[in-house]
């Protein structure tokens, strides 16, 4: 069995994705990962781009938001896409570290990630969640 990973969902006006991960920092990455397939990214090889970015407490569905909010403003407002994220929990947040590329090209849009019936999901087998994405 896959332990992580993510799917499109049909949506009736904007796009969902099926994410699932082993634990919540996996389910993030994949989300992330998910969420730049939604949008057709592809970067630039030809040089690293390294930044930090801090999530504050909340629940795992705000975390969850506030994260993919974060990646979607660095991919789409300056132009950076990642490939790499390092997760360090402390009481107050998440600092994340992130590594990657310069944005090559986008097919689609994404205006917002949204709270519409987002609820994260602990299972025997991990974490799962749907997203939905204003578009």
């Known amino acids: ?4 990973g993510f799917e499109e969902v049909d949506h009736t006006a904007d796009i969902a994705l099926r994410v699932w991960g082993e634990d919540f920092y996996s389910l993030l990455k994949q989300a992330a990962r998910g969420m ?5 990214a ?8 390294e930044q930090q970015f801090f999530v504050p407490q909340g629940s795992l569905e705000t975390k ?3 994260f993919l909010s974060e990646i979607l403003y660095l991919c789409e407002d300056k132009g950076y896409l990642f490939d790499t994220f390092d997760l360090v ?3 107050d947040g998440l ?6 590329s310069p944005v090559k090209s986008i097919d689609r849009t994404i205006k917002a990630v949204t709270f519409h019936n987002l609820e994260v999901k602990e299972t025997s087998k991990g ?5 939905t994405f204003d578009v």
């Open 1 to 4: 069995m896959i332990l992580h």
């Open 36 to 40: 730049y397939a939604l949008m057709g």
């Open 42 to 49: 592809v970067k630039h090889r030809n040089s690293e781009i």
């Open 64 to 66: 969850l938001v506030d």
């Open 89 to 91: 929990d402390r009481s």
């Open 95 to 100: 600092i994340v570290k992130v590594k990657g």
């Open 127 to 131: 974490f799962t969640t749907l997203i």
